[in-house]
């Protein structure tokens, strides 16, 4: 059997048990939910032994930190996972949900309501509680779901998957409600994006390359996820004791995911003595700083910031900081610059904080609040199959509700198009 073959009958597998799932009860999908988090922690041993060789490939093929301690499972992070799920079964299930309805003159009630997307397909890289978190969500939402995760995480992927999959099917859910791909030949990506009779939508979760890979190449409708190059201005009547708690958080608490800071913008009015304030507090909490050439005249303690600095996604533990006039130029060189992902003001003026709030185009605009917190968790969608920086056919941090979409529905009694 060719790869295509393989690939079209997981296709088809996944159809079939689209089908069924749309028709689900939501009691049933939540019990599913709750044993598929009772069975990761029961089965945590398994999961941890493919995590260890997971981590021995990725140090053996020099990954990257970074990319690394994304990849890292222990007993804590597995007991995340597993109430990641539990909170999905709390929330309200969305299928058949009524948006509203009407009567128009003729006599026909018309409503709309939420339905499936049917079968998601998710490519991603290097985090493993991916597996868990787009499992459950897809499953809430009524979809089958097509795991593909890079080579780097396979048999944590592959051990999270095979709990998951064997709880599901146990609680009732159809056969192939969740398969994954267990072959790390990038064949299987390419063969996947051509399945557009039976994918409805692929979401890829992980760098740059990986993204427009999918979006360059896909057949089956795309959403784009992931990429977060995050700003934080700091207006010039900003708490300074706020602005430092708000940036090492942004930038230290966990710099190797799409919503950690990258850049500072200061506005002129404080750079002489917010500047070097801020570089400190950075440098003490092992941040490499890049700055402009303002900024370096005022600490010495940075690197020259190059023009490829300003567009940079780090997911490290590195920011670049640029002193700029005024809000209007912060908020040209965010648009200029940036990925529509998240971006913060930190003021107390009410005028500025509602001119960036409605200004700046990305999907979560913060006025004094960390932008680690753009998540599905925080958010209280449960969990999230990732954060989709474009316009359609969601937008920001995507939950339950965003892996519907919806079918009117209409009732008659006998009436025709004059």
Known sequence: MTIDDEMRKIGEKARDAAFILKNISSTSKNNALLRMADELEKKSEKIIDGNKKDLEYARKIELEQAKIDRLVLNDNKIHKIAEGLREIALQPDPINEIISMWRIPNGMDIGLIKVPLGVIGIIYESRPNVTADSTGLALKAGNAIILRGGSEAINSNIAIADILHEAAVNEGLPENCVQIVRDTNREYVDAMLKL??????????????????????????????????????????????????????????????????????????????FVPFIVNALVENGVEVRACETSQKLA???????????????????????????????????????????????????????????????????????????????????????????????????????????????????????
């Open 300 to 418: 010495s303690n940075v690197i020259p910031a190059t023009e490829e600095d300003w567009s940079a996604e780090y997911l490290s533990l590195k920011v670049c900081i640029r002193v700029v006039k005024d809000i209007d130029e912060a908020i040209e060189i965010i648009t200029k610059y940036d990925s529509k992902h998240t971006e913060s003001i930190i003021t107390e003026n009410y005028d500025d904080a509602r001119k960036f709030l409605y200004e700046v185009d990305a999907a979560a605009v913060y006025v004094n609040a960390a932008t680690r917190l753009t998540d599905g968790g925080v958010f209280g969608l449960g969990a999230e199959i990732g954060i989709s920086t474009q316009k359609l056919h969601a937008r920001g941090p995507m939950g339950i509700n965003q892996l519907t979409s919806t079918k009117y529905i209409i009732y008659g009694s006998g009436q025709i198009r004059e």
């Open 196 to 273: 557009k009779d039976y994918i409805d939508v692929i979401i890829p979760r992980g760098g740059k390359a990986l993204i427009q890979r999918v979006i360059q190449n896909s057949t089956v409708p795309t959403i784009e996820t992931g990429i977060g190059i995050v700003s934080i201005f700091i207006n010039h009547d900003a708490d300074f004791d706020m602005a430092k708690r708000l940036i090492i958080n942004s930038k230290c608490s966990y710099p190797a995911v799409c919503n950690a800071l990258d850049k500072i913008l200061v506005h002129e009015q404080i750079k002489e003595t």
